[in-house]
């Protein structure tokens, strides 16, 4: 389903030849979900080049691979028939942002749902039924077991809140640590659960009720002390973020990932209370491995299957995008193909 921009339905498109290189993969849709920034994309607020085809959260299954075959995080051979989730990112390996750890960063970087279909082939998004995975993209393996939507936001929600709570936890040992989580949509709820799950005491600040109900579903209850580490995954509580953390604290923003007022910085009081900001922006392969190792593990004890309200067929995409921007919408609106 191809974006052709703002105020234009998707115009479906077939892609009759799929030319793999050595190291592609071909991967067969499972289910997709619609994330905040697909929202924002079609909403104009956000600059996309078109034509495109957007969506960047799914899980699929592999049916083709180039001619040297492809291998997943863990370094295991792909196999056509194995169920498996991607980044979003595609890197090189080699720049010096990717050998440094930032692959997210990288001098070449590729974003499936978010590039202008054609120089790598028209497969390059989620809201479709296939997706050409060019090597340079994470892949991990996934259990048969976990439902598609616990699955599908992996590969944005699940996998950047995991590389927000590693960042604190590189900080301070989170087992007994109090953390304070701005922001009950996806990613704050899945770092809820990561966090308390890694022994924090956790809270989730946000101004809808129905979401801080649904908290607390995901490890949330309230603290008795000023926090030691603040999640801010909300983009709108930054200010509250710095103000509210604790003396030699370490303030994650994640959450600020579309336009906003930029927040004044109270340098002097970042200063004296010896607190560490640190910005985290989607996140590694190994990231995304862990954060499906922990859906797969002890995060079978929290709903995230149940942020999927509602799943729509591939072909009604426009409805599901309005669906998704709408007051009291689910945190997440599933797409399968071939309905
Ligand atoms: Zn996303
Ligand atoms: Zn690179």
């Known amino acids: 389903m191809v974006w052709i921009g703002e105020g234009h339905p998707h ?16 991967v067969a849709v499972e289910m997709s979900t619609i994330c905040g920034s697909d929202v924002h994309t079609v909403q104009g607020r956000r600059h996309a080049p078109t034509p495109l085809v957007l969506g960047h959260e799914s899980v699929g299954r592999v049916i083709a691979t180039g001619d040297a075959g492809a291998t997943t995080v863990d370094g295991t051979s792909l196999r056509i028939g194995d169920r498996v989730v991607w980044s979003v990112t595609v890197s090189c390996a080699h720049c010096d942002r990717c050998t440094q ?9 590729g974003k499936y749902g978010h590039d202008r279909v054609g120089a790598h082939g028209d497969l390059t998004g989620a809201f479709a039924s296939h997706v050409q995975l060019r090597e340079g993209t994470a892949i991990v393996r996934v259990p048969e ?34 953390v304070r989580v701005h922001g009950a949509g996806l990613v704050g709820l899945s770092a809820a659960a990561i966090a308390a799950e890694q022994g924090a005491t956790v809270e989730v600040l946000d101004p809808n009720v129905d979401r801080r109900a649904f908290a607390g579903l995901f490890g949330a ?7 030691d580490v603040v999640i801010e995954a909300s983009g709108h509580a930054v200010r509250q973020a710095l103000d509210g953390v604790a003396v030699g604290g370490t303030v994650v923003l994640v959450g600020s990932v579309f336009p906003a007022e930029p927040v004044p910085l109270d340098a002097e009081s970042i200063v004296r209370r010896l607190v560490t900001v640190a910005g985290i922006h ?28 509602a799943v729509r067929s591939l072909l009604d995409v426009d409805a599901a995008l309005v669906e998704a921007a709408a007051p009291g919408a689910p945190l997440r609106v599933g797409l399968v193909p071939g309905h």
């Open 11 to 26: 115009e479906t498109i077939a892609v009759p030849g799929v030319a793999l290189a050595d190291g592609d993969v071909l």
């Open 101 to 109: 750890g930032m692959p997210q960063k990288c001098r070449t970087l």
């Open 221 to 227: 209850t309230a603290l008795d002390r000023d926090p």
């Open 145 to 178: 077991a976990l439902p598609a939507s616990v699955l599908a936001p992996a590969s944005c929600a699940t996998a950047t809140a995991w590389a927000a709570v590693a960042r604190a936890a590189r900080d301070r040992d989170l087992d007994g640590a109090a």
């Open 282 to 309: 989607n996140y590694t392969g190994t990231d995304l491995a862990e954060a499906v190792a922990f859906l797969a593990g002890r995060g079978r004890a929290y709903p995230f299957g149940d942020a999927v309200g």
